[in-house]
């Protein structure tokens, strides 16, 4: 697995520009790295987590997470959480509804010596280090460690999950005696005592070991769905394998006799199925498949299929900084987290909101995906952003369901979605009235569009949730009686005001929405008939339907005007309360919201997050300067970023508005969001929409690109922070690729050689 | 038993006025009656079950009950629920917080025959009837049972829960032999399988029967509450009684060989004791000694105490109608329930929301009690209405800890009170935003020292109570830019909108409590010197105190004056969407709010109940007569009615408007909510604020009594509804006694002779 060094691209000397590193353990960041170090390839994630596992991190806790974690449930920190998922497998949670389901550990592999294991707390360790290497997405992790019988060894693990071969997991472990002798045994398990949010959904496990070399373990979730783990065993010395499974628990072990000067290497093999799979054949068997013919490339050969796989992405998705390392470095971790969660195969899943890195916010969809994800695909990898937008497509049964149980015609996307598309927001505020979320979707629909000139997609795909939207939309204003409708009850962006009047950003949204399903009528009507007429018939559309989109559109009320001076973020947003911040907030370092009651905060005038900005973000064009500037100075004191999406919004507003210093400040706080140590930001997973929102700023902000939204070429209007000599990146553009080179004074835009990439494809 | 019926004014003639009757048995019924019929004592409550149970009808089914039982819980509807409740005796649901212990059933008295038992469901029975006698609270029933082996047996069950000795409860069953001849075995049961709201909160059930004639039961709650049930049983014949305790079951069976004409009794005398009952002792061995003192007294002397105990309950509180039967009857049967669901001699309890007579609302409490039930008590037995306040003081430091917890200065009630007056309320925004009923509490205060004259109260209570819930609201408002402050982020009486800007009700009660503080300490300062400077030390309370109450109360705004047309509910009302009503609420036979999603609801002019006209009819002198009529005419159209404490407000309101026709549809919506089988209204328990809702209705309704608050002498304005020839009642008033006599056209107050009470009297 050395062998990367040598891959042409892949520079030794690059190692500080790709590598994350974890330079000494610390029991309390574990959990932290866990998430950080997540190593996925769309089909399947493992966790960060050791090989061994840790002392007094039991991972089959059971326990009763509530749907309001502030006030009910205690919070649980413990050392290790272990992850393995797979999306689509989802399971009921009695409280919380439908959650991603943590599946049985495939990655154990502990060393014994003299009866005791390599432990990461409870051993004499030195000479720790542990990176992932963003090129190929492995991780390595080197120590030399001291058995209780006094042997020096010296310890390499490595794995990766196949980018290229998706069922298949690799992992090895080198051991050198660097002095003493003695026995050495290696344990190899799959582990199904696993629990998610503390709730066991495995319906059985049953583990089973071959005395020569392998390994499997079948599992039954409650919800009906099977996974198939079978693991082969590889050593460089001549071993028995015996059997030792308990319980849900299959395993082998080996012993081996070591003395000073010997290497000792032992692969294990994972290939992983479950009944979800769209390969035809027996689920189990077909694993079976995976792994015999995984052994049949060889090691060297699946090595080489999945870092060309690696290349590839990083080929399209890559962006190069100069002048700025760690800003390189971290910039990279986020589009690594952005390529491993896509899973374009599937247009039955989508991204979670987590990255498929941990089990918080339960493995759901929420409109992080639309807004903040989706840029990055459209322009580096077109294909996944269709993919995206077509679940969607497949979830609208879904979203018509939620529509009737609120008693509304038409469609409504779910705040967070399932599978299916139904609701699971557990918390009804949220649930209820964000409802911007089924707007977003519309606007991503044209986003994907105009950047891919996939006009098709509208045509096949687009109208149905334009017209079902559009529906639920008339449905869900009210008409005052100076004739104009409304949209009360909402909450916006902003998630600490619960129940605006006319939200400014939801309300445009929804505007929008409903002209362009009218514009998208009028034009099929005119162009295609046939589809037009399918539609119709398809839809049930009736003939004064077009009209009420329209005047529904037309009347429908927005807060401001091009004279409005600060845009207020809804009708009663003036009527809350103002904040002494600087006497609540007394420690700057943790969330506001933690420093004030969900009573006391949903009358305030303190803002989770970006929400005028979020608008003028989405409709640069429609707003001034001067406007945005109004907007920027009025919320940016009053916004306290407690989530996660609002600081990239704010670091891409303060570079249009030309405020360097402010654009830095911003710049960093997106990139520690996931990486600061300080704050374990990943240790419940990755916040994905932020590594969406970093390549926004980039690309957005700092290179200046327009959106394909609004314009039909490229244009950017760069603005460097200080130092970056250079910033580079390939971006994806109705059909074309380019090249684009910025420079503190001057930019390319270069049209790449050879074949373009083709959207709308099927597979 | 019978001989009730020779006691001095409980005339056999009367029994159409006194006894509720069930005169056939319906399945589908069962659970209404067994709330309806809910006997008890303030110390503790059966709900009316049959003694032998039923089929089908398991009582330890175990469920999760979920906080939003609208969206999440599939509704239980089983055919019956028994409840045992001891006021003080509750545990932790997991998901609900505290909730009263639904403890083991000791009315388990089964008949067999030939191997079958009397089972209403499943037995050949003829001749049902059942009654609850309001005058004692006897419950009787009566059935012929044609045995499986042929036999018809008369059966005369009849049981009542002591009023005068707390601790019992006596039952009889009498069997009739009418014809054929066998055995009869009568088995006595103190049953443990019992669960409340789904959950099991017995640590420990013990039983244990003594081949005598005795059973026992002791159970430990997990939250370490003891409770002892001992029982005797006596039999008109000799009989050998087994034992057959099972599990959580103590049991005792005897065997009886019956012919033609036998008469056979069986009598079960039980005492209840609880680590928690204030008299001095050992708790096992108090029961023992209650039920050895109960034999000595023997039945029919424990009888005569009972009912004597009863009959100078009716004394006070009666309500005497002439010319309408039905309504007497239903009115005796709220008065029945509010005089059984009070226990004056602890203060270390309420009244729950269903009047101790099922799990519905936790046994918790709510501005129900201050409100609703509190008028009652201070005209009939002012000793109970004192009782009421002292649990609100010596609730004080859990109010403290709820002001903390949210973080505010000051006491904080909750608004679902634990035992320790800490917020219960699962459902966030009743819970934070539902804040009158802190200032409910303190109108009730001032009803209460008004009404009695009790003016030690305030100063050795109240004060504490004025000046803690003072310094919240100081903390709770926000001070606008024109200089006024504001209460945001509140949801007033009607629940239908939870977050509102300056609450007509709210804000106007929050300036009246303000205000009384400072009239409270300008008081003591000037004429209580001592008192006053102990309060300032005890409360701590600083120079600028005073002050800032004051100008806190006098900033505080109100969204009307004198010349508002309609006073507007909130100031935000108007932006709130009208409602067709006729499109959605198709059937007015259901709850609005099964016809409209919570979602739309909240933005929606449809009140769950009386908002402003609850504050009119708190308020009257502050509302001229055209304010009220524009308020009614506006206010009742677009108010739903779904919560129960709306309609006795409206029928109030009604009949001061002198709109009769109204005023007795509002009076007949008042008695069918707990009496209508068609709704089974009692099912979960009896809607104990709407009882004391019908008081208020006929007292300050029909009767126009202007209320103490605001008049300090017995004023009269009746306006009897058409066909009432007389409505008399006692009402005491500023420590006399009075009987009020109202004719169609003229009316009489007789101050009664003898000795009147003494309110202030500790116990």
């Known amino acids: 697995m050395e062998r990367y060094r040598r891959i042409e691209g892949l520079q030794m000397n690059e190692e500080h520009l790709w590598c994350l590193k974890e330079s000494g353990y610390e029991a309390g960041l574990h959990k932290h790295y866990e998430g950080l170090f997540t190593q996925g390839n769309g089909y399947m994630h493992v966790r960060g987590s050791f090989e061994e596992g840790c002392s ?409 949730i334009l017209v079902e939207t559009a529906r639920y939309w008339c449905g869900r204003v009210d008409w005052n009686r100076e004739g104009e409708c409304e949209l009360l009850g909402v909450m916006g962006p902003d998630e600490y005001l619960p129940l605006t009047r006319n939200n400014a950003f939801t309300n445009r949204m929804v505007k929008f929405s409903l002209e362009q399903t009218v514009t998208c009528l009028d034009s099929l009507m005119s162009s295609k008939q046939d589809s037009y007429a399918a539609a119709v018939e398809r839809l049930n559309i009736r003939p004064e339907e077009r009209e009420l989109f329209r005047h529904t559109a037309e009347k429908l009320r927005l807060p401001y005007d091009s004279g409005t001076d600060v845009v207020p973020q809804s009708d009663d947003f003036a009527s809350y309360a103002d904040v002494d911040f600087a006497g609540i907030w007394t420690d700057r370092s943790r969330p506001f919201g933690h420093f004030i009651s969900q009573e006391r905060n949903y009358r305030s005038k303190a803002l989770k997050q970006a929400d005028v900005l979020e608008l003028m973000l989405l409709f640069p064009q429609e707003f001034p300067r001067e406007q945005l500037k109004a907007a920027y100075d009025y919320y940016e004191p009053i916004t306290t970023h407690d989530s996660s999406l609002s600081v990239a919004v704010h670091g891409i507003v303060a570079t249009w508005l030309n405020q360097p210093e402010a654009a830095a400040n911003f710049l960093q706080r997106v990139m520690a969001i996931d990486l600061s140590t300080e704050k374990k930001g990943a240790a419940e997973g990755i916040h994905i929409a932020n590594c969406g929102g970093l390549w926004q700023l980039i690309v957005y902000g700092l290179a200046g690109l327009k959106s394909a939204m609004w314009s039909g070429s490229i244009e950017l209007e760069p603005r460097l922070p200080e130092g970056w000599t250079e910033l580079s990146f390939q971006l994806a553009w109705q059909g074309e690729r380019y090249r684009i080179t910025v420079h503190p004074d001057a930019y390319e835009v270069h049209k790449l050689e050879g074949r373009g990439y083709v959207a709308g494809t099927t597979l």
């Open 56 to 464: 007094d991190a039991p991972q089959d806790e059971e326990y009763l997470r509530f749907p309001d974690n502030v006030t009910l449930e205690k919070p649980r920190h413990p050392k290790s959480k272990q992850g393995t998922f797979i999306p689509g497998i989802v399971a009921q949670h009695p409280l919380l509804k439908e959650e991603i389901v943590n599946l049985p550990y495939m990655l154990g592999l502990e060393l014994w010596s003299a009866g005791g294991r390599l432990d990461m707390d409870l051993s004499r360790i030195s000479g720790y280090s542990r990176w992932l290497d963003l090129r190929d997405g492995c991780l390595h992790r080197s120590l030399i460690w001291e058995t209780p019988g006094g042997m020096l060894l010296k310890c390499n693990f490595e794995r990766y999950i196949s980018m290229a071969d998706k069922h298949l997991c690799i992992q090895r472990v080198q051991v050198e005696v660097l002095a003493g002798e003695g026995r050495l045994e290696v344990r190899a398990t799959l582990r199904g005592d696993v629990r998610t949010n503390g709730m066991n959904h495995f319906d059985s496990v049953v583990p089973s070991a071959e005395v020569g070399c392998s390994l499997s373990l079948e599992t039954l979730t409650e919800g009906g769905n099977q996974i198939f783990m079978h693991s082969a065993l590889e050593a460089s010395e001549a071993v028995i394998w015996h059997e030792e499974n308990t319980g849900v628990t299959a395993a082998l072990r080996g012993e081996f006799a070591l003395q000073a000067g010997d290497r000792l290497t032992v692969s294990k093999l994972t290939a992983v199925t479950t009944d979800r799979d769209m390969e035809q054949g027996g689920t189990g068997s077909r694993a079976l498949a995976q792994l015999s013919r995984a052994r049949d490339i060889g090691w060297d050969g699946l090595y080489e299929r999945h870092t060309a796989s690696w290349k590839s992405k990083w080929q399209h998705a890559d962006i190069i900084i100069q002048g700025d390392d760690l800003a390189q470095l971290n910039v990279r971790a986020s589009i690594y987290h952005l390529l491993r969660a896509n899973r374009e195969e599937d247009d039955r899943v989508a991204i979670c909101a987590k990255g498929y890195a941990g089990e918080a916010y339960f493995g759901r969809y929420f409109w992080d995906t639309e807004i903040n994800l989706l840029p990055f695909y459209l322009h580096t990898n077109p294909q996944a952003a269709r993919n995206l937008l077509l679940f969607r497509y497949n979830t609208l049964d879904g979203a018509r369901r939620n529509a009737q149980n609120y008693g509304y015609r038409g469609a409504r996307y779910a705040w967070e979605s399932s599978l299916s598309g139904e609701e699971q927001c557990a918390n009804w505020q949220y649930a209820d009235h964000e409802i911007h979320i089924t707007a977003d979707i519309v606007y991503a629909l044209y986003h994907y569009v105009r950047a891919t000139g996939d006009e098709e997609f509208l045509e096949r795909y687009g109208i149905d």
